[in-house]
């Protein structure tokens, strides 16, 4: 069987290749562009596409060059077309080509229809254009069927004193290293796990609004200036040392990234701006995003501190004030919304207990259009829910905001132990801590492991353990998953997983009837489609062969028993017929094909051939079914 996942609307995972949406500084090269294209050739209103254009860069200097995607109901590129927003390639030499891809919301203007999509690179007062081969055609939402009422969630368990938060050197928001650079297949990636006992903040916060606070007052610091270090002024990530150890949801630390779109990381590189995705993952937002990503965010997106697309009169800046007595820091942004509606001013003032206070000085509307902003905190911690709220509001908000660590239960020191941190599929071991060794390599199809003693941690203290590896082909597995696990008595979890979306009800599966003849291998094709198109997480194909027939082989992307493919640990004996099951490659979305190739048979009739695709994010098992005539 080869099981093919077709989309019928839109795309929104991750693309670890993902280029950003901005850049201030390059220079207009002579370009050319074409291979203009949707993730879909079918769309629902409103709904989010994927759009890509191939541009090669015929100008002298290295640049990213900016190109603006467009869609006209009459397909000619005129001034009645609807504009859906624009972005850039990675940075091209003289001669190269690359791809400028844009996740786009459809706007209210794009009606029910069909659309033509542009894609045009601005040249001074004209644009070099190029027109997508097929059209998109937008449809109405299809009405949700009626769900039965589903019981209540059991409650929560009662937490652990003890933390564990695994971190990177990359922000997997834009799969970008620290200096915002893309990671590549291959590269060298650091994973830190922290380890906590009975640290503030890891029993959770409680919220709440206060009168506005007056900015903080000491000794400044620089930590960005966008008149001094323009490249940095936009999309930028900058590493800060705290003066103490600040305890974040259990866990303490003195480093921090703090991004130039208005929000701190704990973890590790802070630079990603398109935080609404997190909002439509299949566990739901503050599920989805405090299990995955540390964050502390006053006003979390798309800023600019220097730059033409911020308009701004003078350049913003960040700085670190460090309050007197030394008990409290902030760290506060003077910027601009990306759009250029003028200043903002705000800051988040961390506490040596483990407060969290966000203040809001300069208060100016945000565009109409911007995504939508963000304020509220994300432990980062696996099982643990965001303190987030996204707003449509046009301005920031008129109050402080002040988080406090709640209580915790008595603890007590946690004895020497160990802790293992997973490889990622596909990568490869390059080094760890002395106190470390690699227990498990990885391999294209299971996750690798590395074990670490852990010596005994005090209640209120942190101790950590680094491992690096080498990314694996993200083009294939999306963004890596890693689990850390610390023997502490109860065993406590988190993990690296970034995935977006659901399939909703609507889904469905078909396996298409064949005809065979005998002598030669057979393959059904299995096809998916969603009203979205989302990546499968951990999706799995069991089902019954037929008594005659003979799975010969795994089919990954049309090559026979390539990798990355299936594992099968359940495979009836030749000719016997019965059940079987594999797992499929994680990610598995459209445009991908993995499934089973099934050997010579003797002429005859075979059937029922069925099978069952489940996934971590599929609410509903898709089941299919056919018969297999064999001729001579």
């Keep these: 069987m080869v099981v093919a996942v077709v989309a019928s609307a839109v795309a929104l995972p991750t693309d670890a290749g993902a280029a950003k949406a901005k850049h201030k500084h390059a220079a207009k090269p002579v370009v050319t562009v074409r291979g203009v294209s949707a993730s879909s050739s079918r769309a629902v209103t409103g709904a989010r596409v994927t759009l890509r254009a191939k541009v090669r860069n015929g100008g002298r200097r290295t640049a990213r060059v900016k190109v603006v995607f467009y869609a006209s109901a009459n397909a000619r590129r005129d001034k009645h077309d609807v504009t859906l927003g624009s972005a850039r390639t990675a940075k091209l030499k003289h001669g190269k080509s690359g791809r400028a891809k844009l996740r786009a919301s459809l706007p209210k203007a794009v009606k029910r229809g069909s659309w033509t999509l542009f894609a045009c690179v601005p040249e001074g007062k004209r644009a070099l254009c190029a027109k997508a081969a097929h059209k998109l055609v937008v449809q109405a939402p299809p009405t949700p069927p009626v769900q039965p009422a589903s019981p209540p969630p059991a409650p929560p368990a009662p937490p652990t004193a003890q933390t564990v938060q695994i971190g990177t050197d990359v922000d997997w928001g834009y799969s970008e290293h620290a200096d915002g650079t893309n990671v590549q297949n291959g590269d060298t990636i650091t994973s830190t796990v922290r380890l906590g ?207 406090t660590p709640r209580a915790l239960a008595a603890a007590s020191d946690v004895p020497e132990g160990a802790v293992s941190v997973t490889l990622p599929r596909d990568s490869s071991f390059v080094s760890a801590d002395p106190s470390c060794h690699l227990a498990a390599s990885p391999t294209t199809t299971t996750a690798g492991r590395v074990d670490c003693a852990v010596p005994s941690v005090a209640v209120g203290a942190t101790a950590t353990a680094t491992v690096s590896w080498r990314a694996p082909r993200l083009d294939l597995f999306g963004s890596p998953e890693q689990t850390a696990a610390w023997d502490a008595g109860a065993q406590a979890t988190s993990t690296r997983e970034l995935a977006f979306g659901d399939f909703r009800d609507g889904s469905s599966v078909q396996l298409t009837p064949e005809t065979g003849r005998s002598g030669a291998n057979w393959s059904a094709v299995v096809a998916l489609s969603t009203p979205e198109d989302t990546a499968l997480r951990h999706p799995r194909l069991d089902g019954v062969l037929p008594a005659g027939l003979t799975i010969v082989g795994t089919l990954t992307d049309g090559h026979l028993n390539a990798e990355p493919g299936l594992q099968c640990p359940t495979l009836p004996a030749p000719g016997a017929g019965g059940p079987y099951g594999c797992e499929l490659p994680n990610d598995l979305s459209a445009n991908s094909r993995a499934g089973l190739v099934i050997g010579p048979a003797a002429p005859g009739t075979y059937g029922p051939i069925s099978f069952t695709v489940t996934a971590d994010n599929l609410r509903v098992p898709l089941q299919a079914s056919t018969t297999l005539v064999v001729g001579p």
């Design 197 to 403: 006992d009975a640290v503030a903040g890891q029993a959770g916060y409680d919220r709440a609004d206060l009168p506005a606070q007056p900015s903080v007052t000491g000794t400044e610091s620089t930590i960005i200036d966008g008149a001094t270090d323009p490249d940095k002024g936009d999309d930028a990530s900058q590493a800060v040392t705290l003066p103490f150890a600040f305890p974040f949801a259990g866990v303490t630390t003195n480093q921090i990234g703090v991004s130039t779109n208005g929000w701190i990381s704990p973890a590790g590189p802070a630079i990603d701006y398109t935080n609404d995705e997190w909002r439509d993952d299949y566990r739901g937002g503050p599920q989805a995003l405090g299990a995955n990503v540390a964050a502390i965010a006053p006003l979390w997106v798309d800023l600019a501190l220097a730059g033409d697309g911020a308009m701004a009169t003078t350049a913003g800046r960040i700085v670190l004030v460090t309050a007197p007595g030394g008990d409290s820091v902030a760290i506060r942004w003077e910027t601009y919304e990306y759009r250029g509606n003028g200043k903002q001013a705000f800051e988040a003032v961390l506490f040596k207990d483990g407060r969290i206070r966000f203040d809001y000085m300069d208060r100016s509307q945000i565009s109409d259009g911007a995504l939508p902003t963000a304020t509220g905190i994300s432990p980062g911690v696996g099982g643990r829910s965001a303190d987030m709220t996204w707003s449509e509001a046009a301005t920031a908000p008129d109050h402080s905001v002040l988080f």
